[in-house]
């Protein structure tokens, strides 16, 4: 093996890619760009190295430069003038443009729908980690090669077969009363024995069928899905309603209400918890100050959006009867006091750490860790924060009107988003996703399971320690791509499903730069919208490229 | 070449697994474990296995199973919540395209043509895709030159601006170029893209670089080592771009919908539009017509799907 | 795998080869431009009244083809199949010629005549998109005849530039503002700096909005037909009692009055419009906010609703196609699966009902019974109108032979086609005076029909309201955005109408400001000339009020004078109350006369 020192091996530990276990040997170069610091002939290689580097790189960047690189610096110089199609694009008259600064940036600033527009596209990313971890289940399900000639596969195909026969029967004799029924327990039958016969291949191609169809027929389709009242979605979620509100009327109300309370309870139990853990980490020197501070700051958010959505009303007045019962407002001052206390308590408790311990380390350590984690427990005082007031509201909302009903869906100005939501996580099952963990999967060397069986991990530190890590460059593509995507997306869905509707809630960035843009001409405009999704999707993988690797070696 | 030594090797087997390479949980057990007990644990796990994907499958399946079924369905039923037709009308099939068709109801569009549009824009442009991006991948990946990570993140970054913004100034360029209107303006824009080059670049991170190491002292070039040697380990990667870009492209609409200006060159997802008639309903013939679309897909899908996962094992790389 | 690399890359050679070879022949010798339009089975026929127009017309070139080999090279000059079949259709003495062409062994006489138009006309139907049309229109590579929706269209692509103005070409071909609906002047021209009307576009339909009624649908939920023309009062209460009565004992509704009523309709009944006479402000006044609570109440008040919400639109199936499912729900017999009683919309969708019938027939059901009825009003009678126009691309290399187009527009030949067809109304109003139209003999069913729509468009219509200062969509935008949010009670009436004013009124001072920052100006010296109109009109309006409150008839000096109104609404709303100094109109112009309110 050679020594050179200029090159960085993918091996690297120090590379953010490394997908390998430290066990194997590597070299541990340091690569350093001062070419000063070289020899002369490790300078001529360098040259040479850049020859062969541009060389295959040349016919890819050449086109890239002249299609996209081009094009895009162009856009994102438009953004600071006041590029108007009508006035700059016009084949009578030329006029010249102007260039604005950063006027079209604090216009749209104070544009309030470009906040409610830009909350709208963030919380559609709030379903990637789902998305992403659905995809990799169905990757791993789908990896396992399942072909099988033994008895069972004939009991399986005897199965199937009985019920693809009885369902041709019944259709044939047009009982179309329980067609649905009938359709699905035939094609039920008609998977299982593909299955079984095909193996794998044939639920893989099942899997990636939605993708098949253009996007418009997908979307065609789920709207007929999330039809109010009458449509499948509702008619098979109100049953649960129904009972759920049989119970609540069932019940005296302060009971239901008294959900609210332990709801509230819970969330400042998260919180500690997750405040100690983290201070847990900062006293065991894996985290840095600046990681810490950030981790913390990120896991109290929805402390600081609590009192926007309870208000500060301790009691509401019962018009009809004039009785004080307990509101929302209750649960605000809570959280706000016991993170105070909780706060107050861990930071005293952190003081007391070993000083010198402390200020050996660098601050941006352990800052991925850290963050995943307390994203993970804001997540959860969210859920806890959201079901509070369902809790409080559900005895008026089960006795009052029509009782509990299925939502408008798509209609609904508070379900519309989620809806959508749904239909993105039922696509993001067996999509690109899935493929790439799949071909990423086969990748994984056989060996590194046999010694994790040798010493007797269970399935999931299997999974965790030897299949999660060699997956790491692919899971920084597909996060990459999933922020990018779920940052320009939500265009094609707004247009088919809801124009933007209802009342812009469904309206992201991406559907607003183009109404805007080509609604108005006033491109210019939309560019800077443009720029703003850019450096939010530039800043996650600049930080990602950055930390990622640190998550992935701890 | 030599044989590299990945770590420490398992000589003593494991038991045998079952019939699931992957990693088989059921090995993890003791030693000592009856016959009937393994055959009827593998019996369950993989019933069960087979119903789980039965049951996921059947979700991803029923969009498509309502296309087809409206497809077969008579022009006035097509709004009917009942998703049975009342008589399958097969013919559907041969009207999508019959363009000279009297009835408006069953009049079709040049669908031979638009087909063969579509598939003849769509290879190609995967073909050059595939072939500059693995080019590229391997120069981001394999190599060491000054400034190779700054110019990548600056491929990056150029995905992150959505294309919308872009139309216009790469229209102009089009027609700088003279090529509005012509089947090489849809392939060379489509062939260059950042997207094939980040992901077989994070394909070709996987491969140890030991193998690298290993070809050097051998005395291999480098291009014999991107050719012999990288490429197939990285045939998964390319596997898969190759899948994402056809569909990708098969499936795009907006960008040959403003270059082309002529009948006889427009592509499937335009030609699928002159279906949404304002003349009646024509929902059926839609049905139709994108039911057929979608069979090159599942071709090359079921065909390509197996080496996706077949992929070289890399304990196999000695000698 | 380089066996496959190199397999794949000859394939796709030849591949590329035989692409070119498959390309078909379009060797032509006449000049062609395109109809950008939509996916209407229609257009094929008048791109061959077209051709046969333009021969009729003078518009030729004739050729005389001597012996066999001057017939050779003229069609081998001419090998593509359109302009064969072109040839073939407008040449019907060359029958024989044309068969020769195809195959030589036919016996021909020479020497023969063959006359070619000036111009061959191609549709290009892929069209789904307006932002196609600008991209091209802006590069230069655009469709040389555009169909254009109405006066968002004309304003929107003359900001671009993109449109040609024919005035005098309209005079010279006979196909000006006098030969189509005094009502939709606004869609079709625009005002210049002088004052003076240009005209940029033709239409290719005309499309006067009413309800259609569906009888059988009255009758099987034993309700009175509803009369002609009635006040928003009386439009209610037959509308509860109908739902009422329909919808009687059933948990969820499903039968409504009506599916839809155009806002601007309404507001413009309550007498209010969204910009003042001029155009140079938003004026959301107590027509707007009447409106909305209108609106409001007809589809969110009550137990059994007017009109459907959106939440109640999407239980319905969604499909394309004119109409879509509403056109469905109206038609049909069955309550449960939903039903309207009245459906707003142009007389266009003939055509669906056609097909349905047919349908029906042959299930043995009896065909539709409709009639047609105007929009409730409260203080004044109006409905809308709208067009499909058709306008020349100022980039063409063919404007002049694409502006016979136009011409073609307003003959004899195409008005009768589209009333054969049924496609909404013809752009010449006299031929909705003949036999064919109101009467056709193959629809009996239609007599109603017909003749209303015809009557509204002259009588009732009002075209849009419009400002020079603001983009039509942008206003219209800013306006919707905020009534969605009051109906999703996310704001109120007072507060959403006021930020909506507010907000028109802000893009229109930006417009202005950029407009500042220009060399010249062109939008500011016109905005102080109207603002400074707009105070005069405002003086002689409280000088009417106070002629009003003292009982006493409007003197002529009094009045406001035609030309100094901009929006289309004031001038019909004032000669409506007896406040306009008229225009002397030339003679071949029909005047409007609104309906007084009975």
């Keep these: 093996m050679t020594l050179d020192t200029s090159t960085n091996q993918p091996g690297d530990a120090q590379s953010p890619f490394s997908g390998q276990k430290p ?150 004799w047009g009982a179309s009363g329980t067609a649905m029924a009938m359709l699905i327990a035939g094609l039920t039958g008609m998977i299982l024995i593909g299955g079984t016969a095909g193996g794998t291949t044939v639920y893989r191609t099942l899997f990636y069928v939605p993708h098949f169809t253009a996007g418009v027929a997908t979307y065609l389709l789920w709207k007929k899905l999330f039809v109010p009242d009458t449509g499948p979605i509702a008619a098979a979620v109100q049953p649960v309603l129904t009972s759920i509100e049989g119970v609540v009327r069932a019940s005296p109300p302060a009971a239901v209400q008294s959900g609210f309370v332990i709801c509230m309870l819970l969330g400042a139990a998260l919180i500690f918890l997750g405040l100690g853990r983290l201070r847990r980490y900062w006293e065991d020197g894996e985290i840095g100050a600046a990681g810490v501070l950030l981790s913390a700051a990120l896991l109290m958010v929805p402390v600081a959006l609590v009192g926007r959505w309870y208000g500060f009303d301790l009691y509401a007045e019962d018009p009809a009867t004039g009785s004080r019962s307990m509101d929302l407002g209750w649960g605000s001052i809570w959280l706000l006091g016991s993170t105070a206390l909780i706060l107050v308590y861990h930071i005293l408790r952190a003081l007391r750490a070993d000083h010198e311990f402390v200020e050996k380390r660098q601050p941006w350590l352990g800052v991925g860790t850290g963050l995943m984690f307390a994203a993970t427990v804001m997540v959860a005082v969210f859920v806890m924060i959201g079901l509070g007031p369902v809790f409080h509201n559900l005895p008026t909302w089960a006795t009052t009107g029509d009782g509990l009903k299925t939502p408008a869906w798509l209609a609904d100005v508070h379900w519309a988003k989620p809806s959508l939501m749904i239909m993105g996580f039922w696509g993001a099952i067996g999509s690109n996703n899935m493929l790439l963990y799949l071909a990423a999967l086969t990748n994984v060397p056989q060996e590194l399971y046999e010694a994790a069986d040798i010493d007797g991990a269970s399935r999931f530190q299997r999974f965790w320690s030897v299949t999660w890590p060699q997956l790491a460059p692919t899971t920084f593509f597909v996060v990459v791509m999933g922020v990018i995507g779920g940052l320009q997306g939500g265009f094609e869905m707004a247009r088919v499903m809801t124009q933007g509707g209802p009342a812009g809630q469904t309206t992201t960035l991406a559907y607003f730069i183009y109404k805007e843009g080509f609604e108005t001409g006033r491109l210019g405009f939309s560019s800077a919208v443009a720029w703003t999704l850019f450096l939010m999707v530039f800043v996650v993988t600049l930080f990602n490229w950055k930390f990622g690797n640190k998550y992935v070696n701890d | 070449m030599s044989n590299i030594d990945p770590g420490p090797r398992l000589e003593q087997a494991t038991q045998p697994s079952s019939v699931l390479p992957y990693g088989s949980e059921l090995t993890s057990a003791t030693v000592a474990e009856t016959r009937r007990g393994k055959f009827v644990r593998s019996l369950t796990s993989t019933g069960m296995l087979h119903l789980l994907l039965t049951g996921m499958s059947l979700l991803m399946v029923l969009p498509f199973t309502w296309m087809v079924l409206t497809s077969l369905k008579p022009a006035g039923e097509v709004n009917d919540p009942d998703w049975f037709p009342s008589s399958f009308q097969w013919r559907n099939y041969l009207d999508v395209g019959d363009k000279d068709n009297p009835d408006p109801q069953r009049r079709g569009v040049d669908f031979g043509r638009f087909y063969w549009n579509s598939l003849f824009v769509a290879a190609w442009v995967t073909f050059l895709q595939v072939t500059t991006s693995a080019m590229a991948a391997f120069s981001f990946s394999r190599l060491q030159w000054p400034g190779r990570d700054k110019i990548f993140l600056m491929y990056l970054s150029t995905m992150m601006l959505p294309g919308l913004v872009m139309m216009i100034p790469n229209f102009q360029i089009m027609i700088n170029l003279g090529w509005v209107n012509t089947f090489t303006g849809l392939i060379i824009p489509g062939a260059f893209s950042a997207f094939g080059t980040f992901l077989l670049r994070q394909f070709m991170l996987t491969i140890p670089s030991s193998i690298d190491e290993a070809a050097e002292i051998d005395g291999a070039s480098k291009f014999r080592l991107f050719w012999d040697i990288i490429l197939p380990l990285a045939r998964p990667g390319l596997i898969t771009l190759t899948i994402f870009t056809f569909m990708g492209n098969y499936n795009s609409f907006f960008w040959p919908l403003v270059m082309l200006r002529s009948e006889h060159k427009y592509t499937l997802p335009i030609g699928l539009m002159f279906f949404d008639s304002t003349r009646g309903q024509s929902t059926h013939l839609l049905m139709a017509a994108v039911t057929m679309s979608v069979i090159p897909m599942i071709i090359l899908f079921v065909f390509l799907q197996k080496y996706l996962v077949r992929g070289i094992q890399l304990g196999a790389v000695k000698g | 795998m380089k066996y496959i690399f190199l397999a794949i890359a000859i394939v796709l050679t030849i591949a590329a080869f035989m692409t070119a070879r498959m390309a078909p022949d379009l060797a032509s010798e006449v000049p062609v431009i395109y109809w950008v339009t939509d996916t209407n089975p229609a257009r094929q026929e008048q791109v061959r009244l077209f051709h046969q127009w333009m021969v009729d017309q003078g518009h030729y070139v004739e050729h005389v083809l001597q012996n066999e080999q001057e017939a050779d090279a003229f069609f081998h000059r001419n090998r593509s199949t359109s302009i064969r079949r072109i040839i073939r259709e407008v040449n019907p003495d060359a029958a024989a010629l044309c068969d020769w062409a195809d195959d030589r062994s036919v016996q021909v006489t020479f020497p023969q005549v063959v006359r070619l138009p000036q111009v061959e006309l191609k549709l290009d139907m892929a069209n789904a998109d307006g932002t196609k049309k600008i991209i091209q229109g802006v590069s230069r590579v655009g469709g040389d005849i555009m169909d254009q929706y109405s006066g968002h269209d004309l304003r929107y692509f003359r900001a671009v530039g993109l449109n040609t103005d024919v005035t005098e070409a309209a005079h010279r071909l006979k196909f000006d503002l006098s030969t189509t609906y005094p009502a939709i002047e606004p869609e079709l021209a625009l005002r210049d700096a002088n004052g003076e009307l240009r005209q940029y576009q033709y239409p290719c339909n005309v499309n006067a909005s009413m309800f259609f009624v569906n009888r059988a649908t009255f009758r099987q939920h034993g309700q009175p037909l509803p009369p002609e023309r009635m006040t928003i009062e009386e439009f209610e209460r037959r509308g509860y009692e109908f739902v009422h009565a329909a919808n009687a004992g059933r948990a969820k509704q499903t039968v409504f009055f009506l599916n839809n009523l155009e806002f601007e309709v309404l507001r413009r009944s309550y007498g209010g419009s969204r910009f003042n006479e001029t155009g140079t402000a938003a004026i959301l006044d107590e027509a707007t906010v009447q409106a909305m609570r209108t609106q409001h109440k007809w589809m969110y008040e009550g137990r059994y609703r007017l009109m459907p919400n959106q939440a109640d639109r999407s239980s319905f199936a969604t499909e394309s196609g004119y109409g879509g499912a509403d056109a469905q729900l109206f038609s049909h017999d069955d309550p449960e699966r939903g039903q309207y009683g009245l459906f707003w919309t142009g007389r266009y969708l003939l055509i669906t009902f056609r097909q349905m019938n047919e349908a029906r027939a042959a299930r043995g059901l009896p065909p539709l019974d409709l009639g047609v009825i105007a ?32 011409a073609f527009l307003a003959s004899k030949e195409y008005n009768e086609q589209i009333v054969k067809d049924g496609d909404a109304l013809p752009p010449n109003p006299i031929y909705t005076e003949t036999e064919a139209y109101r009467h056709p003999p193959e629809y009996p069913m239609e007599w109603d029909v017909h003749e209303p729509f015809a009557r509204a468009a002259v009588d009732i219509s009002i075209g849009g309201s419009y400002s020079h200062f603001i983009l039509p969509s942008v206003a219209e935008r800013i306006e919707s955005t905020w009534r969605d949010r009051y109906h999703a009670g996310m704001e109120t009436l007072e507060g959403a109408v006021a930020r909506a004013q507010a907000e028109i009124n802000e893009e229109i001072q930006r417009a202005l400001a950029e407009d500042d920052r220009r060399d010249e100006p062109i939008l500011r010296p016109l905005y102080n000339q109207l603002v400074e109109r707009q105070r005069q009109i405002d003086a002689l309006k409280e000088r009417i009020q106070e002629h009003l409150a003292a009982g006493r008839p409007i003197p002529e000096e009094d009045k406001i004078p035609e030309a100094w109104i901009q929006n289309a609404f004031h001038i019909a709303y004032y000669r409506h109350l007896g406040w306009l100094k008229e225009v002397a109109r030339s003679p071949s112009t029909q005047p409007i006369t609104a309906v007084t309110a009975n």
């Excluded at chain 1, 396992?144 to 369902?167: E, H, M, P, Q, Y």
């Design chain 1, 23 to 172: 066990e194997f040997p590597v070299m541990r170069p340091d690569y350093t760009q001062d070419a000063q610091a070289l020899s002369k002939s490790a300078r001529k290689r360098q040259r040479k190295n850049l020859a062969y580097g541009l060389g295959f790189l040349a016919p890819n960047i050449l086109g890239f430069l002249a299609f996209t690189a081009i094009p895009l610096v162009i856009a994102m110089y438009m953004a600071f003038t006041n590029w108007d199609v009508g006035m700059h694009n016009n084949p009578e008259r030329r006029e010249p443009l102007r260039f604005v600064g950063l006027e079209n940036f604090i216009r749209l600033i104070q544009m309030p729908q470009f906040w409610q527009y830009l909350g709208n596209t963030l919380f559609f990313m709030m379903g990637m980690p789902f998305s992403i971890a659905g995809s990799l289940f169905a990757a791993i399900l789908l990896s396992k090669d399942l072909k099988g000639g033994s008895n069972r596969t004939w009991t399986i195909l005897i199965a199937g077969a009985v019920l693809v026969a009885s369902t041709l029967m019944l259709v044939a």
């Design chain 3, 375 to 406: 929009p409730p009003y409260e203080k004044f009678l109006n409905t809308s109108i709208a067009t499909r126009a058709a306008m020349v691309y100022s980039q063409s290399p063919h404007r002049d032979l694409a502006t016979y187009f136009l």
